[in-house]
């Protein structure tokens, strides 16, 4: 496997046979959780921003390799979208006084970025569907990423309105 490839399938996982998508997330939660712990806030922002850039380029070269756009085992970008989730929803998540604010921004970041990916609607949906290259590849789920960390917060604020 060339490093082109094992980046844009983030490690591998995109070749998952089934749901490269959802796979590709789930194992880029884990990596994003422990960047964000052990280096910080600040680190996570930087890198997903690095991956975005570095992210486009490198799908525009595969894309004109293979001639196909946006093919499934890409998942580098699922990663990227699911780390601006999580920095959202858990930047959210150290303001609430309730117990396990940080558990449920974990939770809520990842169903509802994979909820904007897969539904994609709005201006996520017409990225995915008129933007060709890295850059509709990238964007469309950096603002599927944004867009779940929103809600991920709004709900987030709810609880805490309960509680």
């Avoid at 699922?78 to 006084?97: F, N, Q």
Wanted: without cysteine.
């Amino acid at each position: 496997m060339t490093l082109q490839k094992l980046f844009l399938t983030f490690g591998g996982s995109g070749l998952s046979p089934k749901a490269p998508g959802t796979v590709g997330t789930l194992v880029s939660l884990p990596v994003g959780l422990a960047i964000l712990y052990y280096a910080g806030m600040e680190t996570l922002f930087m890198l997903t921003l690095a991956i975005i850039i570095i992210g486009i380029f490198e799908v525009n070269k595969y894309e004109k390799e293979t001639g196909l756009h946006d093919q499934q085992h890409i998942v580098i970008d699922e990663a990227a979208g699911m780390w601006l989730s999580l920095m959202i929803a858990y930047s959210t998540a150290l303001t609430m006084p309730y117990l396990y604010a940080e558990i449920l921004a974990v939770i809520f970041s990842f169903a509802t970025f994979r909820l904007f990916d897969i539904w994609k609607p709005s201006t996520i949906g017409w990225i995915d569907r008129e933007l060709k290259g890295g850059l509709g590849v990238m964007l469309d789920d950096v603002l599927a990423g944004v867009a779940g960390g929103l809600l991920s917060s709004i709900i987030l604020m709810g609880i805490e309105k309960l509680y």
